[in-house]
């Protein structure tokens, strides 16, 4: 039997938790809490979330759902705050000593190369003293800080850091890390290492067939690095709105690399990874499934997609 993790974003809907530099903690929390909720399913864990979505749930609600599952581990996930500016780092914060908080506390140092505040005991904090399996809160960066906020804002930041937490769990149950599609630190590494190469032997697919809610369809995107890209265009044949604003450099269109653009869905601004090949903006499917637009899934070469507003 696989072990349950609990995995905790901190606050939510009412509760915005710290806010600064334009972000919101509980906004945070969530996306990493996703994030390292999924990681963790494709190791082979059993996840339960206490939120998937911005939603206020009191600290007994979120101690009872650990509690009443029997999870194995229980994973908080918060971004610090502090009324000095200079405040910043990542810190993991425990009910007492123990070796998990240690390997999670080294490995997030490794993979985010933020300050390392340590491991705190804090026995005052209610999920940490109302969960009855080890766990632990992690504070990942401080969102008062300018540097910590900007790197808060990066999906690839918040890649690194479910993959590092992911690592630590493996390690902690004793089972093998395979580890996440490139992050922040290798794709800073093949760039200077691979970027000639790659371009000659990387496998790229041009045509990506599509299970459109149940219906075979063969689109113009890409597949390159174990990444399928597709068109804005397609997102837009999908019925989203997809958007991005030349003037005011919220897509740069200078390089072939990835980068965080904003997207307006309904209005409303979010942010996706966006990559330039050809002069062809591409989006990633994955971000857009993120944002709540459809369900996702890829098999045998084939991506499934169950679009909420055409069914
Ligand atoms: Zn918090």
Redesign the pocket.
Known sequence: MGKLICVDA??GGTDS??VGNGIK?KDI?LKAALKLGELLKKQGFNVIFTRAADKFINLGERCRIANSNAADLFI?V????ASSVQARGTETLCYSQNSFAEIVQKNLIERLKTKDRGVKERKDLYVLNGTKMLAV?L?IAFISNPQDASLLKKDLFLDDFANAVVKSVCKHFGVGFVGDEKSQESVKKDDVKQESAKKETVEVKKNIDVLLNGKKETVSGYFADGKNLFTADFIRELGFKVGYDKNTKVVTLDNDDVRDIKIIVDGKEKEAASVLRNGFNYVLLRDLEKLGLFDLDYKDGVVYINSKKMS
Request: net charge negative; hydrophobic share 30%; glycine share 16%.
């Open positions: 901190g606050h938790g710290a903690e929390a908080s918060h971004i610090n705050s809160l504070e």
